[in-house]
């Protein structure tokens, strides 16, 4: 089952939960029966499931790091399995060596953990790997030659191509589909042996060359791959083709709703003819799983295709598949998203058979909603210029203090000092204001906020007139949280550090990586739509006491949320990331 740290007390129907309820009602799944070890020999024993109600499964093949995309197949597959006292499968589809490795089964199961969801339910650890059912998978494709619907190909890979029809014309038959099952199974076993070099042949399923479904015209079943695999070693030098091996991991471990995004929804019917012939031979047995299918989550400003997230980082576009830019699970960690903010944006978006876009606004919404009550607050200063009191004291300097977390009073409060000397954002001052500008120019008073109202008496500029210091008298009887603090009004109020006590840090504002919002969409090149301003990299200043260890969220006044990045920052030297605007600065 799941552990979510959010768990939605009464979710929204959808057509999913529907199909599901429906199933349940009509007890469709009660005799599902399974011996707990996958193959044919336990489907036959037949003991009973464990009574998990419904079972479902996320199956990513381990060729790259999770995205956001993911993220929304795990909070369907973990959530509906939670909310229907059943249980999820965590399943590593291995059936590619060449492009697979342990780097990136290590980094799926990590962020599935991180998302906050486990595959422990009723008192077994439900993890499984596509290479577990090699042995099972290669015993079905025997029987499907001695049943007379798979033969060994000796096409080239581009002379199947070329004979598979188009949508408009049907396919031609292999001049091998003919051929005795007899012949195709001692080729598959020399295939197997390694007889045979990559490409020379292949297994073809027999199901009909003119069906309008180019996916039932024939398709691959194995094809030889002399490669290394991560798990199995050089055991295997033939491997099942994914569309042949899903449907048999599904039936072998009893799952229920086999839920997958709607680009497999034409491979519909070659799933259920698979298992269908496969539960006629005695090697699987009924209720059979079902497919269905939602809408992937498509979010605005990003791409997900695994082959234009490597060519990002393959071209140093990005630093890294953790790059806080991507929209990889480990580089919306790294940005700062939590766990619960990517669970709400999932659970707003819900299911549906419609392909939508979903405005990349909402991701950090549901991130603002998530850390506006619990994170703690702090001042920093991104773009510093000294302001100077004039009339207070030298070397007097006195405690201010300000709420942590003004939605937490259990939280506390935190204290910094006030001095004469401040470090206050450039763009706080202007010598010739703009029409409504309320902050600091000369012969104006401004709230230095938790401190005093000062009025601006000038500044200084250096020999290329940048103004390098801005002068100000405080007034003593305006100190905040004193009887007199409000006999002077101002309309303006600005932020500030004592230059005493303010710690140096490096920050670095992220944005959106494209400026388009469909980037890679109608045959885009979409590294002409990068973002050139996706970060920014800046030194300043944050309040003392402001905590830079790796992971820790905050609250900037003013500025959003940001976060302490957990690859480089340490409490010595600060390293800050922007997660989140305060307010969405891409509004139209």
Not at 59 to 74: D, F, T
Not at 283 to 292: F, G
Not at 350 to 373: F, H, M, T
Request: hydrophobic content about 35%.
């Amino acid at each position: 089952m799941t552990a979510s740290a959010k768990p939605t007390p009464a979710p929204a129907t959808n057509f999913l939960r529907n199909i599901i309820e429906a199933d349940l009602a009509a007890g469709r799944y009660a005799d599902k029966r399974w011996a707990g070890q996958p193959g044919p020999a336990a489907v036959q024993e037949g003991a009973p499931l464990d009574p998990a109600r419904i079972r479902t499964r996320f199956p990513p093949e381990p060729n790259g790091y999770l995205h956001i995309g993911h993220a929304k197949s795990i909070a369907l597959n973990f959530g509906l399995a939670r909310d229907y006292d059943g249980v999820c499968h965590m399943r590593l589809d291995d059936t590619n060596p060449e492009k697979e490795e342990q780097r990136y089964v290590d980094g799926i199961v990590d962020a599935v953990k991180w998302l906050g969801y486990d595959w422990k339910g009723f008192g077994t650890d439900h993890y499984y790997h596509a290479s577990d059912y090699f042995d099972v998978m290669y015993q079905a494709a025997e029987a499907l030659i001695d049943a007379g619907l798979a033969y060994v190909d000796q096409q080239s890979p581009d002379e199947m191509r070329a004979s598979r029809g188009t949508l408009t014309e049907p396919g031609v038959d292999s001049i091998w589909r003919a051929r005795h099952a007899d012949e195709s199974r001692t080729l598959l076993r020399e295939m197997r042996e390694g007889k045979h070099p990559d490409g020379s042949m292949a297994l073809r399923a027999k199901i009909d060359m003119a069906s309008p479904n180019m996916n039932m015209r024939d398709p691959v079943l194995y094809r030889i791959r002399h490669a290394v695999h991560h798990r199995t070693g050089d055991k295997w030098c033939i491997y099942p083709m994914y569309t042949f091996a899903h449907p048999i991991e599904d039936a072998l471990e009893g799952i229920t709703h086999s839920i997958c995004t709607l680009e497999f929804e034409d491979q519909r019917p070659f799933y259920d003819w698979l298992l269908d012939n496969l539960a006629k031979l005695g090697l699987l047995l009924r209720p059979l799983p079902r497919q269905h299918e939602f809408a992937r989550l498509k979010l605005t400003y990003i791409v997900t295709s695994k082959r234009k997230l490597r060519q990002l980082v393959a071209d140093g576009h990005v630093d890294g598949w953790d790059d806080p830019r991507l929209p990889t699970i480990v580089g919306l960690r790294r940005r700062g998203f939590t766990p619960e903010s990517i669970q709400l944006l999932c659970e707003r978006t819900g299911a549906s058979k419609s392909d939508s876009w979903i405005d990349y606004s909402l991701l950090d919404q549901a991130l603002r909603e998530d850390l506006d009550p619990k994170t703690d607050r702090a001042v920093a200063v991104l773009r510093p210029v000294k302001l100077v009191i004039t009339n207070y004291p030298e070397g007097q300097t006195e405690v201010c203090s300000a709420p942590r977390n003004p939605h937490d009073p259990d939280a506390g409060r935190r204290e910094f000092p006030f001095s004469r000397e401040l470090w206050i954002e450039a763009d706080d001052f202007v010598e010739t204001p703009p029409k409504g500008f309320f902050r600091l120019f000369p012969g104006n008073m401004v709230r230095l906020k938790y401190g005093y109202v000062v009025k601006c008496t000038g500044c200084t500029k250096d020999a290329d007139g940048n103004v390098i210091e801005v002068q100000a008298e405080y007034l003593p009887d305006t100190r905040s949280g004193t009887p007199g603090a409000d006999s002077v009004k101002v309309k303006g109020t600005i932020t500030w550090l004592s230059i005493t006590a303010a710690v140096a840090a490096e920050i670095r504002l992220y944005d959106r990586l494209f400026t388009d919002p469909h980037p890679d969409a109608g045959g885009k090149d979409f590294i002409a739509c990068l973002n050139p301003n996706s970060v920014e990299v800046i030194r300043g200043f944050v309040e003392p006491g402001t905590d830079a260890t790796a992971g820790k969220a905050y609250q900037f006044e003013r500025y959003g949320y940001f976060v302490a990045d957990r690859e480089t920052s340490t409490p010595d030297a600060p390293i800050f990331n922007r997660t989140a605007t305060l307010k969405d600065s891409w509004v139209k």
